[in-house]
T-cell receptor, first 113, second 113 residues
Framework: DQQVKQNSPSLSVQEGRISILNCDYTNSMFDYFLWYKKYPAEGPTFLISISSIKDKNEDGRFTVFLNKSAKHLSLHIVPSQPGDSAVYFC????????????FGKGITLSVRP | DGGITQSPKYLFRKEGQNVTLSCEQNLNHDAMYWYRQDPGQGLRLIYYSQIVNDFQKGDIAEGYSVSREKKESFPLTVTSAQKNPTAFYLCASQNRGYPYGYTFGSGTRLTVV
């Protein structure tokens, strides 16, 4: 049972436009959410996170929105740059003592020059 | 600088041989994780350890073994029982408290011929 879902496997956007990457979850016990970025043959790197007590967190060109009632979060990248082309993973943490993250399958973002 | 190191970057082994992938961290993190990445499969959890001398199976533990004798080290052995061992393997460590995020290594590409 997949608790974190990234239903769109890929997204292609024009340089300078907005990229919106979506993530849905099913576990109501998730209380913290993170986005990771991964280039081929490298390890993922942390991008941005949000606590369940907030609905928005912003860091430069990256903003994450959380809609708890819909169990949905999204990552907005504005403006998109060719260097943003990568796989983006959504991850979530349960409120339990075990802080293990649950990852989605990832979205491949391609930013066209 | 603190970080997490996986070695080697590329590894080739003959079918039927066991092979051990190294993962070392100097971040003083309690928890460590092993993931496998295959095309279209996202990150799949193999094993994880929340504390020294203790570890738990993840979603795809069959054919793998681990040990956690030191806080800094979490080696993964891919045994001959693993039916499809060719993959990209990622190790991660985590400070169990806030901010919860993982620090990933740069990965090991294992090819079994």
């Amino acid at each position: 049972d997949q608790q974190v879902k990234q239903n769109s496997p890929s997204l292609s956007v024009q340089e300078g436009r907005i990229s919106i990457l979506n993530c849905d979850y099913t576990n109501s016990m998730f209380d913290y959410f993170l986005w990771y970025k991964k280039y081929p043959a490298e390890g993922p790197t942390f991008l941005i996170s949000i606590s369940s007590i907030k609905d928005k967190n912003e860091d430069g060109r990256f903003t994450v929105f959380l809609n708890k009632s819909a169990k949905h979060l999204s990552l907005h990248i504005v403006p998109s740059q060719p260097g943003d082309s990568a796989v983006y993973f959504c991850a979530a943490k349960d409120t339990g003592a075990n802080s293990k993250l649950t990852f989605g399958k990832g979205i491949t973002l391609s930013v066209r020059p | 600088d603190g970080g997490i190191t996986q070695s080697p970057k590329y590894l080739f082994r003959k079918e039927g041989q066991n092979v051990t992938l190294s993962c070392e961290q100097n971040l003083n993190h309690d928890a460590m994780y092993w993931y496998r990445q295959d095309p279209g499969q996202g990150l799949r959890l193999i094993y994880y350890s929340q504390i020294v001398n203790d570890f738990q199976k993840g979603d795809i533990a069959e054919g793998y073994s681990v040990s956690r004798e030191k806080k800094e080290s979490f080696p993964l052995t891919v045994t001959s029982a693993q039916k499809n061992p060719t993959a990209f393997y990622l190790c991660a460590s985590q400070n169990r408290g806030y901010p919860y995020g993982y620090t990933f290594g740069s990965g090991t590409r294992l090819t079994v011929v």
